[in-house]
Structures are given as structure tokens and as C-alpha cells.
């Protein structure tokens, strides 16, 4: 084998020895490189206790490079491939996991454990780093309500749209709401699974899944195969918010792990944005505690704001929310002093109006000049009198450029 066959050899064994995000193990390849680091680990030699143990434990389960043949052979059984650092494909901007703090202390391992991936499983056809130059990772409740699908589908259909790709993580609720709305604008979308990419979980979204390997992509830290543990969809999220220029949180009840892909963006300093829900709804009291304890993640209520927080500075600037114009908007103060004075029924004359509004007379008639001209006003013979004016309604504007949470 080649140099670089025995790095990738060496990486999906030390995969099967240690968990994803092991910092120390991320550590030593960086400081020996892939292949020795597996036969210092082999040695019985890591400098940390923990791991050693991690690694006498594992290896009862057989040789760990038998198993990351086995495993290669069946990711190009699979029309799968392995990337690593230094690929043409590897997605340099997960290497800043390297400097994550997360905010509070825990000794959750899997808080602490967030080192960068030592190698990514990807199926699909797209190339990895170029798909996600330009994405945003969309994120948030399983059990998702009416209002959180709608807005997550509008979501990813707007960025898609706009020439983005919208990553997740492949669950129910949320995450396929994002995935369909991408699929639906005919862009790529992005599934960052907690298993193998061969391992469709839930079992529910199976199509999807099959749908975005075609057209988009499947990426994991683990081997064909490989089992969705719950610990290893923590560990996943840490992917999620580095390879994305930002995470939009949509609903997130007060434990749910949504949260969590949150803290991680805010811990590697990417732009970290929450959709604001009812007050009155279960499924928004983690996204609203979040924007209440971390000053730094802003509020948006669409793709227009998604764009501006991750996009050019100064360029991609959201249009500011405006209401429909209206005939009274284009009014001076002059000419809104004389509209307020006249009386709610009947006849006035150009001289009471002008004592009323406390404008001279010449002044006035220019006024109601202007007024008559659009039509808030109508002249009567003996005077003027309030116009009778229905409101018009507001131009109907493609989904792309409407608010999702109109």
C-alpha cells in the first residue's frame, strides 16, 4: 500500500480503538502522525490512563487493522470513500474544532472530547470541501411542530435558492423538514449522520437519505455499519457547527441536543442565529433561553437574515421589514397638520381647516391640493370632506423573498 492507503488504514483503526473527538489521540497524530500514533496505542504506550483503558477494552473486540481493512473494503463496496487531512476534498474549517471552549463547566466526556475528525466517511457524488464552502447548517427538534416544519422547510428552500447548502443532521422533524426544502429547490444538502453512511437512522427516512446520497451528500465519522449510539450524536454536532459558516437553531425544547450543535458554533465563534417560536410553546423554550443567555446569537426570522449574519460583510445585507405604503406616508407635516384637522363627517372650508391646523391660508389650499390628488380628500361643493378609503392589500411576493413566519 501506499503512504497514503497506510494513513487511512491507520486513522479507521485508531476510529475503531478510540471514540470520534478524542482529544488526546488527536493530539499524538498530530505530534507522530496516523500510522505510529496506532502502534504507540498497540504498545499498550498512551501517555493518558483513560485511554489506555479505552484501548485495552476495545481491542478484546480483535485486531483493530483487521477491521479497518474490512472496513475500507466495504466502503468501496458501497461506492463510498474515505477523506482525511491533507485530501484535495478534506473541509479545512473543521480543524478549528481544535480551539472550541464551551461556555459552563461539564464533565460530560463528550463535552470535552471535541477534537477535530481524524477522517470523514462521505457517499455521494459531490465534491466534500467544495459542497460546503458555502453552507449553513439548519438544526433543531424531532418531535417538530406545525410551525417549526414550515419555517425549516422555508429555510432551506430560500438558502438553496440563494445558492447555499443546507446541512443537517438526517433527523425526524426539524432536520428533514430542512433537507426537504433543499431537495425541493434542487440544490445539495448535506446529512451529518451519528453512524454509518450505509446505516439509514431513523429507519423512517430511509427515501430521504436515499434521495440526498444522489444528489447531494451523506458524511460520517464512523465506519459502515457502524450503530447510532446516543453519546455518538453529541459527538456529531461538534461536526455540524464547524463545517458550516453558521447554525440557524428553528425549535429546540429545554434538554433537546439541538441546542447543543448551538453551543458548539458559539464555542468556535461561528455565527450562531435562533428562530424565534410562541412563548407559549414547549418546543421554543431552548431556543429562546438561548438568545436570552448568549447575547452574541441573534435573532432572525429568515433567509434574508440567515444570509446577512453568514455571507458577505456589507453585502449581503438584509432589506429592513417594511409595511405596505400607504397615500399617507408620502404626506409632509404641513399636509398631515391639515389631513388631521378635518372633522370625521361632513363639510369644511379651506379658512376653518387653516385655523385649525394652525397653517396659513395660501398654505392650506396647496395642502388640499395635494390631498385631493391622492384621494384622501374629495371637494364638495360648499367644501371638502374626508375620502372614504379602502385598504389596499398588500402584493402577493415569491416564497424566496417572503418571511417564512408571516
Known sequence: MSSHDDDILARVALIRLTEP???????????YGAVDTLDLLLAGDAPERRLRKTVATRLAAGDPRRAACEAMERTRRLGARIVVPGDEEWPAQV???????????????VDQETAPPLCIWVRGGLPLHETLERSVAVVGARAASPYGVHVAGGLGYDLVERDWTVVSGGAFGIDSAAHRGALSAGGPTVAVLACGVDRPYPVG???LFDRIADTGLLISEWPPESEPLRPRFLIRNRVIAA?????VLVEAAARSGATQTLRRALGIGRPAMVVPGPVTSAMSVGAHELLREHPEARLVTGSAHVIEEVGRIGLDLAPAARAPQQPRDLLDDEATLVLESFPRRGLTGPDELAVRAGVDIRTTLRKLSMLTEFGLVARRDGGYQLARLSTPAPPRRE????????
Not at 23 to 31: G, I, N, T
Not at 243 to 247: C, F, L
Not at 399 to 406: C, E, G, K, Q, V
Open 21 to 31: 473527538g478524542t482529544r488526546s489521540v488527536h493530539d499524538l497524530v498530530r505530534q
Open 243 to 247: 463545517v458550516t459558516r453558521g447554525t
Open 399 to 406: 416564497m424566496r423573498d417572503s418571511n417564512p413566519l408571516a
Open 95 to 109: 480543524e478549528e474544532l481544535d480551539r472550541l471552549t464551551l461556555s459552563g463547566s461539564s464533565d460530560r466526556r
Open 205 to 207: 427516512n430511509t427515501a
